[in-house]
């Protein structure tokens, strides 16, 4: 249980200002509790690394957190663009962000080069496309057997891989089950990794398909109560989609954006206490 700590103190130790950082999840397990912290650290110069960056990045990118996104997708899913996103891009604000796009399949390969060791990974899927025009991580290279061109692309090792997982066990093993994206490989790949937990329990269930890291790939673990939020945890509470179509206007405004974050994220101390205010505020409304 060493590794159990405060969620604060566990951003404090191994989240450095200018690190690069993966907070991984797909759709399902997104680890918002752990954005909003670095938030209120207010870590700066990260280059952000994630396949499908969302809200959270929406929220770090806002408040000046990072310097540059290395990501395959990026959007308010099932609701429209990040604006957050789009302001730094087209107008720097609040400062310029620098961007690296890949595909999905070019995502999981570096990771999964990163969590084997490996300097690079080799894809076909970018042969043909034009991404390698304006994306200098993809490169041509020639299969020593056949001859044939295939594209290269280097392996993810991020400073800090940060994910969200259902629970761990009291030796330090975490178990995550449903859609799990590539966080198993974000960790692997990871230099320092961070993990937050819906609860800790006694031994694990088997399930079909669940993925458990072992203790020696986990640095921290912190427990959040609900630390997914807005998304969904399988088997503990359904993805809050109302918050998604809510986040579009709260974004597209500067101000607005400010007054929200200040209130709902810097205005309290932990994550349980940004759910009550935002419960709160539904609430009265």
């Not at 509470?237 to 954006?257: G, H, L, S, V």
Request: hydrophobic share 40%.
């Amino acid at each position: 249980m060493e590794k159990v700590m405060n969620l604060r103190e566990a951003v404090a130790e191994m989240v450095r200002d200018g690190d690069s950082v993966a907070l991984e999840g797909f759709t399902h397990l997104i680890p918002s509790a752990a954005a909003h912290e670095i938030i209120r650290q207010e870590k700066k110069d990260l280059t952000l690394i994630r396949m499908t960056p969302d809200l959270i990045y929406d929220g770090l990118i806002g408040m000046g957190c990072a310097g540059k996104l290395v990501f395959s997708w990026g959007g308010n899913p099932g609701v429209g663009s990040l604006h957050r996103f789009r302001d730094a891009i087209e107008n720097g604000w609040p400062n310029p962000l620098e961007i690296e796009e890949h595909s999905h399949a070019g995502m999981a390969n570096r990771y999964a080069a990163g969590a084997s060791n490996l300097p690079f990974a080799v894809l076909r899927g970018y042969v043909g496309t034009d991404l390698p025009k304006v994306t200098s991580t993809i490169k041509p290279i020639t299969c020593p057997f056949t001859g044939e061109e295939l594209m290269a692309v280097p392996a993810l090792n991020p400073d800090v891989a940060i994910i969200h997982a259902q629970q761990a066990d009291r030796r330090g093993n975490v178990a995550l089950w449903g859609i799990t994206g590539i966080q198993k490989e974000a960790a692997l790949s990871a230099r320092r990794v961070i993990v937050t937990v819906e609860e800790i329990v006694d031994e694990f269930v088997p399930r079909p398909f669940g993925i458990v890291l072992p203790s020696v790939a986990v640095d921290a673990i912190a427990v959040e109560s609900r630390g997914s939020h807005p998304s969904y945890a399988d088997g503990y509470y359904d993805r809050d989609n109302a918050f998604y179509a809510a986040w579009d206007p709260i974004a597209r405004d500067r101000e607005k954006f400010r007054r929200w974050m200040e209130r709902h994220v810097l205005g309290v101390e932990t994550f349980t206490e940004h759910l009550r205010s935002i419960e709160r505020e539904e609430a009265l409304r």
